[in-house]
C-alpha cells in the first residue's frame, strides 16, 4: 500500500500517524496512560496430546520442520534476538524458506543487526513482504530508503510481547535458536557451546505461536534443566544444526564504558545527581542501558554506593560484567537479566542464583497487571535527539535515517526517575533541539537530561527540583544548554529532505501509535 | 437441577452420563485417544498497567481484597490445595465470604481434604452452590449423600489445568496461599514458616481468573526469589495474614511405606516385573504414587537398581523422603516435582537445584503439545477397584461412596507402561470385579494389575505378555485372580443401593464425561 493511500491523522503528539498499518487498523496515541484496552486476549488454538503421543518432536532437518509446520505463502514467521549481531538462524532461515518457494512473509524479529543484512536481497525478491521490529543497521537503512514493500513496525521489547499478547500479531511460525534443548522441546540459553544467557525474547512467541520449532545445537535428554526457559508443552518440533549462534558476537563496542572524557563527565554527572536528589537510598533499584555512557554511570553510581555503605537491591536489564562484578561483590541481592550483553553474564547467569533470568512480560509488558520497572528507583538510558519539550528520540538520526531500534528504552520512562544521559552534540550536530525527528518518548515521562554541558530537570517534576535546590549540581534551562551548543555548532541541524512516504511508524507501550517515519530522500 | 431431568446418553465405556453438567454442554467420553478438540483457549480480559501503576499490590486484609475483585453471588473461586490436609486459608476465606453476604459461588478447589469439613455449613446455607475438585472424606460423603445442590465435577490434575486453558471452567477469582511473596505478587511455596513445596496448583489459575489475590505470611521485598513459580504479573492484590497453611499436615499416613507384608509383596512383585520385562535401564524414568505400596515400589526398585549399577534419569510425581533420597544418594539425576509429600521434599527443593518444581501443565496437560508423562517408562499406581476388563477405579469404594479423588492417577495412565499395584481385598471385599462401580480410566490404558496373589497383563499389551514368558513372575489371568478372591471372600461385593440421582461426573483427560456417580441411599 502506498502511502499516498493512507489516511493520517493527528495525534495527542501532535503527530501525523496513519490510522491502518500493513492493512490493520491502528488507534493514534491518546496520551500517556490514557488509553484503556478493551477485549480480550489472542487465544491460540486448543492443542492435543493426541499429535504428540510419544514427546519426542525431533525432526531430520529444519526443511522438515518447516512443511510440517504448514509454512505458506503470506505467514508471519518470528525469531530472536539473543545472538544480537551474532545470529546465524534467521539468515539460513529465511535461505531456505526462499529455495522452498514462499513468498510474502512478514517477519518479526524482536530484533535485526548489521549481520541480518543478507535478508535484503529475500526483501528484493519478495520473500519477504516486511518486517515488524527493530532495525539496526543496513535493514534500517533500507527501509528509510523507501524500499521495504510493507512498512516497517518498531515497537519496544514490552510493546513486542503486549502486541502478541493482545493479538495484534499473529504469529503462524516460531523459530527459537535454542543453545540447549531436549526432544520435549523444553531449552535454555544457559547452556552448552552457544550459551547466549536468557531466551525471555522468544517466551510469547512459543505461548502464542501457532506453531512452535526448536532448533539446537546442543540436544539433551529430558529434562533439559536448568531451567526450560522455554517450555517444551508449547513446542511443536526439535531440529539439530551444527550451530545455532555466535555467543562472541553478543559483545559490541556499545557494552563497554566510555573513555570519552565527556562522556564520563556525563556519567558522572548523573551519579551525583542520584545522590543530590535523595534518590540514593540502601535497597536502591536500578537499570542502566548498554550503552558507553551508562555503563559508565553504573561504575560511578557503585563507587558512591561504596563510599556510603549502601547495597543495592535489583540491577535490572541487559546485564553486562560491570553488574556481574556488584552482585559478586555483594553490592546488590539481584541481577534481573533479560539479555545477556557479555560472557561475564552468561556463565554468572548459570553460576549464581540470584541473577534472574526474566522475559519482557516481567520487566515490560504495559499490558499486564503492572510491570517491574515501576520498582526502579532510576534509569539511565540514551537517545539520539531531546527536545525543548523533552521528547526523545532514539531511533533516527537528525538526517531522517532510521539505524536504531527502540529495546527496553520506552519500557524503561515508567521508572520512578528517567534521565538522558546523551552530549549535547555529535559530529557537531546539535543533540538537543526545538522538535525531535521522530518522537518515540512524549516528553512527560522523560525527567532529567544530563549533558556535559550541564543537567535540566522536566518542569513537571518538581519534585526532583525541589530536592536538588541548593546542591552544586549544573542544574540548567533546556532551552539554555541547547542554544549554548547552537551557537557552538553554528546552529541547528539542518532539516532532512524527506520524502511522504511513512516508511514505519513508532508504537508507543500500549500499541498505539506515537509517530510515524518518513522515506529519506537522500542518503 | 434435579437430575430426573437430565438428559443422559450412553457414551463408548457403556456408561449413561449426563449432556449438561452444571448448565454447561459436556461431551460424552468417545474413547482413548478418539476426541479431538476444536476452537480456541480461554481469552481472559486485557489488563492494563494504569490499574497497577506503582507495581505496589498490598491491601490492608482479604475483605478488602475481595471487594477490590468485585466478589459477587454467583462467581467462581478457587484455592490450591499444596497444603493438603493442613490447609487453613479455604475455610477462613468462606466464613469471610459467608460474613460479606454473598451466596451460590462455585468453589474450585485443586482438590479437597477432611480439614474442610466445615465447608459443609457453607454449602448448607447456600454460599456454595456446589464444589467442582478432587473431594476426600467428608465432601465426598456429603455429595454422596446428594446433598450438594449441584454436580461434583471430578477432574484430574491435568484436566483441571486443561479445563482452565480450555475455557470450561471460568475462574472469577483466584486465592493463593503463598509461603512466601513480594508486594508485587510474585511469590513461591518453597521459603518461609509455612513452606510447602511447589504452587503449582495454582499456576493456570494465576493465568486465566480474571482477579488474583495473593495471600502470604512470610512478605518480602521485590522480588520474591528464587523462584517465582507464581508469576506478579498475573496478580491483583496481596494480603499478609498469620499463617496460610500447616506444612506439618501435609504428611499423613498414605506417604509412609508400608509395613504390611501382603502390600510388600505386591510392591516387590511389580519392582521384579520392571525388570523381567525389560523396562529397567540405565536412565530409567518413573512414577509412583504416595501410596504405602507405590513407596514400597520405589524402594524395591532402588535396591534393584542399586545391584544392577542403574541409575534413574527422572523420578516424576508427588516426592516424598525416598525419591530425595535417591537424588542425594546420586541414584537419579532429576526430581520432578509437582507436589511435596513431606518435609524432606520441601527442604530438598529448596537446596538441590536438580529437584526441579513443576507444574500439571508440563507433566499432565492433555491439551498441551504432548506432556511429560509419555516420558515415563513406568508407573505404579493405586486403585479402588478394577474389572476383568482392566478397566480402573480410583474415586468410589464397593459401596458406591465418593471418598476419593482422581489427582494426577489418570494422567499417569500414559507413561509406557501403568501398573496398578492392589491388594486383592479389603476388608474382605473383592477389589477385582466384573465391572466397576465408577469408571476413572478406561480399561485400554492400564497395563497390569499386581496383588498379592500373582500380577495380570493386559491382553492388548502383547508386547509386555512375550517380554516376560518363561520369567518366574506369577503371571496369571485377571479372571482366575478374581475368582479366586470371590471364592475367599464369600462372593463379589453386594451391589450397593443407589439412588437415580447423578451426584457427580468423572471427566476423562480431555474433558469429555467418561462416568456418572450416583447418590447413595444407605450410608
Redesign the interface.
Known amino acids: 500500500m502506498s502511502s499516498n493511500k493512507l489516511k493520517m491523522v493527528k495525534n495527542v503528539a501532535g503527530r501525523l500517524v496513519p490510522t491502518k498499518v500493513n492493512g490493520r487498523e491502528v488507534i493514534p496515541f491518546k496520551g500517556v496512560?490514557q488509553y484503556?484496552?478493551?477485549?480480550?486476549?489472542?487465544?491460540?488454538?486448543?492443542?492435543?496430546?493426541?499429535?504428540?503421543?510419544?514427546?519426542n518432536?525431533l525432526v531430520p532437518d529444519l526443511r522438515t520442520a518447516l512443511e510440517r509446520c504448514g509454512l505458506a505463502d503470506g505467514m508471519t514467521i518470528s525469531t530472536h534476538h539473543h545472538f544480537r549481531d551474532g545470529d546465524v538462524l534467521a539468515n539460513q532461515l529465511f535461505d531456505l524458506i526462499a529455495e522452498m518457494g514462499v513468498k510474502n512473509l512478514r517477519w518479526f524479529p524482536s530484533a535485526t543487526f548489521p549481520c541480518h543484512a543478507p535478508m535484503i536481497k529475500h526483501l528484493d525478491s519478495g520473500v519477504i513482504h516486511h518486517i515488524e521490529g527493530s532495525l539496526n543497521g543496513p535493514l534500517g537503512l533500507y527501509c528509510s530508503q523507501g524500499k521495504m514493500k510493507g512498512m516497517g513496525v518498531l515497537r519496544s521489547h514490552g510493546g513486542r510481547y503486549r502486541a502478541i499478547?493482545?493479538g495484534d500479531v499473529h504469529i503462524d511460525i516460531t523459530v527459537i535458536a535454542a543453545p540447549t534443548a531436549d526432544p520435549?522441546?523444553n531449552c535454555n540459553g544457559m547452556h552448552g557451546a552457544s550459551a547466549c544467557g536468557p531466551l525471555g525474547f522468544s517466551e510469547a512467541d512459543s505461548m502464542y505461536a501457532d506453531k512452535?520449532i526448536v532448533v539446537t545445537d546442543n540436544l539433551v535428554?529430558?529434562?533439559c534443566?536448568?531451567p526450560w526457559q522455554i517450555?517444551?508443552?508449547?513446542?511443536?518440533c526439535v531440529v539439530e544444526m551444527d550451530k545455532v549462534g555466535t555467543p562472541e558476537k553478543i559483545l559490541s563496542g556499545t557494552t563497554e564504558i566510555t573513555r570519552s572524557p565527556n562522556q564520563l563527565l556525563i556519567a558522572e554527572t548523573a551519579s551525583q545527581f542520584v545522590r543530590e536528589a535523595g534518590i540514593l537510598h540502601d535497597?536502591l533499584?536500578f537499570q542502566a542501558g548498554a550503552g558507553g555512557i551508562s555503563l559508565a554511570f553504573v561504575d560511578f553510581l557503585h563507587k558512591i554506593m561504596a563510599e556510603e555503605g549502601l547495597r543495592a537491591?535489583?540491577i535490572i536489564g541487559g546485564i553486562t560484567r560491570l553488574a556481574v562484578d556488584m552482585l559478586e561483590g555483594n553490592a546488590t541481592d539481584?541481577l534481573?537479566d533479560g539479555q545477556a550483553f557479555d560472557q561475564a553474564a552468561i556463565e554468572n547467569m548459570r553460576e549464581n542464583?540470584?541473577h534472574?533470568c526474566i522475559s519482557p512480560?516481567?520487566s515490560y509488558?504495559?499490558?499486564?497487571?503492572?510491570?517491574?520497572i515501576?520498582?526502579m528507583d532510576v534509569i539511565v538510558l540514551g537517545a539520539t535527539e531531546v527536545d525543548v519539550n523533552f521528547n526523545a528520540n532514539v531511533v533516527t538520526h537528525s538526517d531522517g535515517l532510521m539505524l536504531h531500534g527502540i529495546g527496553g528504552w520506552q519500557n524503561c520512562m515508567?521508572a520512578q526517575c528517567t534521565m538522558l544521559a546523551i552530549p549535547s552534540f555529535r559530529n557537531r550536530m546539535p543533540v538537543i533541539r526545538d522538535e525531535v525527528t521522530t518522537i518515540c518518548a512524549p516528553g512527560e515521562v522523560v525527567d532529567v537530561v544530563v549533558t556535559e554541558r550541564g543537567l535540566a530537570i522536566n518542569p513537571r517534576r518538581e519534585d526532583l527540583i525541589e530536592a536538588t535546590k541548593g546542591s552544586k549540581l549544573p542544574i540548567r534551562k533546556i532551552e539554555e544548554i541547547k542554544q549554548e551548543v547552537e551557537e557552538l555548532c553554528g546552529g541547528p541541524p539542518e532539516r532532512p529532505e524527506l520524502g511522504d512516504k511513512v516508511v514505519a511508524v513508532i508504537e508507543w507501550?500500549?500499541g498505539t501509535v506515537l509517530d510515524s517515519v518518513y522515506q529519506v530522500k537522500k542518503s
Chains 1, 2 share one sequence.
Do not use: L, W
Not at 484503556?36 to 510419544?54: C, E, K, L, Q
Not at 509488558?365 to 517491574?372: E, L, M, P
Open positions: 496512560h484503556r484496552p478493551t477485549g480480550r486476549r489472542a487465544a491460540p488454538p486448543i492443542s492435543t496430546f493426541i499429535d504428540y503421543p510419544d514427546g518432536k499478547r493482545d520435549f522441546g512452535v535428554p529430558m529434562p534443566y536448568p517450555e517444551g508443552n508449547y513446542v511443536d535497597g533499584n537491591r535489583c539481584y534481573i542464583s540470584r534472574i512480560f516481567h509488558d504495559y499490558h499486564s497487571k503492572g510491570n517491574q515501576s520498582f515508567f507501550v500500549d
